[in-house]
């Protein structure tokens, strides 16, 4: 980002929006610019469309960066805002079909369906994902935001807000599903006089990708989502706390906060109030732990980033033992849109105790992958074939993965279970922080567990000894499993260790690891038998040498 | 005016101040639970999981040593289930590096292999990981070996909050965790460490030991010294 070509920051003074406020524009392409596309050279897309429609003299022409359109398997996409009409894997080439499509767009042109995958969709977290330009908070103002923190500050009280939170039915969408509300009372109610918010940005749930889109793409939502929550529960001060490997989205964020303490939505005096509130971002330093609560505080903090046993929660001792309020991105990003349309509005989406939608980062052997928001209920299957597309090359469907490391593989079987954190759980798998990785009969289910037992071996911080040495311990019979060389009597140890690991370690990475294994096991334990009575891998996935035969 | 509950420990029925955790309200009812990172004196971190215990009505386990009481807890620190947890983190800590009772310094001195006495282990399942670790002999008076480290962090905790050195502290995480001096110096070339030997003292096992010592020679201080020395440090007001 901050190497860039002069030409291209004049393209960027152009397509800055303060000067089409003065002229609607007649057509306009949004170039997606998370990420996903941008390593795809979407910049120099945007760039080369710039220029060709200032060559051309299309002066009625909007050319804008916007964050993720969603559809990251057929990137890098612009979009003709106007028409919907969607170009895929735009090379450079391509810029010129899009300016033709630009000069055909005539102002009675409205936009047309874009197919399932955006059709069945519900945007609530992601409203504003594909539609602004991430660094203009005009734009981001222009779509509704900010509205609703005047509102709060100007016409609500603290209690409100809460009550209307709560009604709302807004559960933690960092995976475990705490209700909101409560979860905001508990730290308006705590004892202190000084209280902080907290975002977890930290995501690092393996093929999970939403809070970084979300925090590329609409920035100033989770500042907004913040700020509300900050005066829900009387804190003055914020951090994000953002891994590192996220450069767009901390450069982006950087922005947005500077942007918004300009323009009186951050600091002191809030929207001509009497409310203070400032943010600051701290940087994780690549440990998956970290997004574990107490673990991020002792990283802010400035210490080693590694858990304490609850109680005392957070919320009651947290931050510089000062009470603390710690929501996910997505549980921010639906805080505006709940405070905008009503809590009555939001608690009429979704289904029993999961109100709402999820956003899920779908992921492996899907052909649609990309960012997707649902409403609580949608089945497996919808969100599999209809919205993702179906299996690449028409395999067939073994399993989904879902909640990162501490999730559960769902098989066929259960494909037309409505989607929400109690089914999940009944079935032996976990929401998360909303990963969906999809896989087909070339994966070996062996071999996933063993992948996130490796994954969680690597990220244990140390701290205690069930999770240091049993999920080694765990991998090592994993992988005497996979190379064939293992008895039932392995079999019978895992199941016995994996048990003791889950009830004795100190945080969730720790509890969660043997996951992955118990849901294996309980829907694929034939592949486990084949590796070790018929030393045969039915995927092809795992190499075993047969048993040299001694005489 | 201190707040007395009344709670019951294994079906016993004993009392403790507010404030107090289940491990110091057992210990003063003579009721034993296990533990290798609590020690009297320093803070207590919630670690080594041995001393987890079950609360009627919660789910989860919760280490003795971090939980405070509550008036009408129901407390059970000893059953089938935690024995059977107690022996296999026992046995996590034996085949995580290198202990071998019979060339060690600590032998019939270390609490680890008491430990293994107490909870009656016979056997190991589990296979050994044992990756090869160093020893740092560069101290004049005192050696560690990290073989025989179990990652307790006694040492860390006594030299900051007693000496108020901070010479320990960890490094690295997961199995590659390792305790260090002076961010990662050896410690004969520690400029912060003075020597006092407390974290020798404190060490449950043979991990660190006082130069010139052999096989099961290495044996310590009555333990109480901790509280003594805290006492007499709020004392002075510090």
């Known amino acids: 980002m901050s190497e860039m070509p002069s030409a291209a920051r004049s393209i960027r003074r152009r397509v800055s929006t303060e000067e089409i406020a003065e002229q609607p524009p007649r057509a306009s392409a949004y170039v997606c610019e998370a990420a996903s596309c941008m390593s795809a050279q979407a910049h120099d897309i945007t760039v080369r469309l710039g220029e060709r429609a200032a060559e051309a003299g299309l002066t009625d022409v909007l050319i804008k960066r916007v964050g993720c359109l969603g559809l990251c398997a057929a990137g890098p996409l612009v979009e003709i805002a106007e028409t919907a009409q969607l170009f895929e894997r735009v090379k450079p080439d391509d810029v010129e079909g899009i300016i033709k499509a630009l000069k055909k767009v005539k102002s009675t042109d409205t936009r047309q369906p874009q197919g399932p995958f955006f059709e069945k969709q519900l945007r609530v977290a992601t409203e504003n994902l594909g539609r602004i330009d991430p660094e203009s908070l005009d734009d981001f103002v222009g779509r509704g935001g900010y509205e609703a923190l005047k509102r709060v500050l100007s016409e609500m009280t603290s209690t409100d807000v809460r009550e209307e939170i709560t009604r709302s039915g807004l559960r933690g969408r960092g995976g475990a599903g705490y209700p909101t509300g409560l979860k905001w009372t508990t730290v308006a109610k705590a004892q202190g006089a000084q209280k902080y918010v907290i975002c977890n940005a930290d995501e690092g749930d393996p093929g999970a990708f939403m809070d970084r889109s979300v925090l590329e793409s609409d920035p100033f939502s989770i500042l907004e989502g913040m700020a509300i929550a900050a005066f829900a529960v009387h804190a003055s001060e914020g951090y994000i706390y953002c891994r590192a490997e996220y450069p767009l989205a901390v450069s982006r964020l950087r922005l947005a906060i500077r942007l918004a303490q300009r323009a009186g939505f951050l600091g002191a005096g809030i929207a001509d109030t009497s409310f203070n509130f400032d943010v600051q971002i701290r940087l994780g330093a690549g440990a998956f732990v970290c997004g574990e609560e107490t673990a991020l505080i002792a990283s802010v903090e400035g210490r080693r980033g590694t858990p304490r046993p609850r109680p005392p929660y ?23 849109a709940i405070l905008r349309k009503g809590s009555e509005w939001y608690a009429g989406i979704g289904v029993g105790k999961s109100k709402g939608t999820k956003v899920f980062a779908l992921a492996g052997r899907i052909v649609n992958t990309g960012l997707v928001e649902v409403p609580m209920g949608m ?173 | 005016m201190t707040t007395v509950f009344t709670l019951q420990i294994d079906g016993r029925d004993v009392a403790g101040s507010e404030g107090q955790t289940v491990m110091e309200v057992a210990e003063e009812n003579g009721i034993d639970i296990p533990g290798l990172c609590h020690l009297e004196g320093i803070h207590d971190r919630g670690a080594c999981r041995l001393c987890m215990v079950e609360i009627a009505g919660t789910p989860k386990l919760a280490a003795a040593c971090m939980t405070t009481i509550v008036e009408g807890m129901d407390v059970t620190a000893h059953s089938e289930r935690l024995l059977e947890y107690r022996r296999a983190i026992t046995e996590m800590m034996f085949v995580e590096r290198n202990h071998v009772c019979a060339v060690c310094v600590a032998n019939n001195h270390c609490e680890l292999q008491d430990m293994a006495a107490d909870l009656e282990l016979t056997h190991f399942d589990l296979p050994r990981i044992s990756p090869k670790v160093d020893i740092d002999a560069s101290h004049r008076l005192f050696a560690i070996d990290h073989n025989r480290c179990i990652l307790c962090l006694r040492c860390v905790r006594v030299c900051d909050e007693i000496e108020g050195a901070h010479t320990w502290d960890v490094m690295n995480r997961g199995l590659d965790t390792r305790v260090q001096t002076d961010m990662g110096i050896p410690w004969g070339d520690s400029t912060t460490c003075t ?22 020679s290495g044996s310590k201080r009555q333990r109480p010294f901790l509280p003594w020395l805290k006492v007499v440090k709020e004392e002075r007001g510090q």
């Open chain 1, 314 to 336: 957070p919320a009651v001792q947290g931050l510089w033992d000062c009470p603390t309020l710690i929501n996910n991105v997505e549980t921010f990003a639906n805080v505006g």
């Open chain 1, 379 to 551: 089945t497996l299957r919808e969100i599999v074939y209809d919205i993702g597309g179906g299996l690449i090359d028409g395999r067939p469907f073994k399993a989904v993965q879902t909640g990162g490391p501490s999730g559960g593989c769902i098989p066929a079987q259960l494909l037309d279970m409505a989607v929400s954190y109690e089914s999940l759980i009944e079935v032996g798998s976990f929401m998360g922080s909303g990963g969906l990785i999809v896989m087909d009969d070339t994966s070996c289910m062996v071999d996933v567990a063993k992948y996130f037992q490796d994954f969680c071996r690597e990220e244990s911080c140390g701290k205690c000894v069930p999770c240091r040495v049993g999920t080694t311990q765990l991998y090592m019979l994993l992988d005497l499993i996979t190379r064939g060389e293992a008895t039932l009597d392995d079999l019978a140890q895992l199941e016995r260790l994996a048990g003791i690991v889950q009830k004795t370690a100190l945080c969730g990475l720790g509890q969660g690891a043997p996951n992955p294994i118990f849901s294996t096991l309980r829907y694929f334990r034939d592949e486990y038998l084949a590796h070790i009575v018929d030393k045969v891998c039915p995927a092809g996935v795992c190499t075993i040498t047969p048993a040299e035969v001694t005489a």
């Open chain 2, 195 to 216: 020597s006092c030997g407390k974290c020798v003292q404190v060490c449950p096992t043979g991990a660190l030991f006082e130069k010139g010592r052999a096989v099961a």
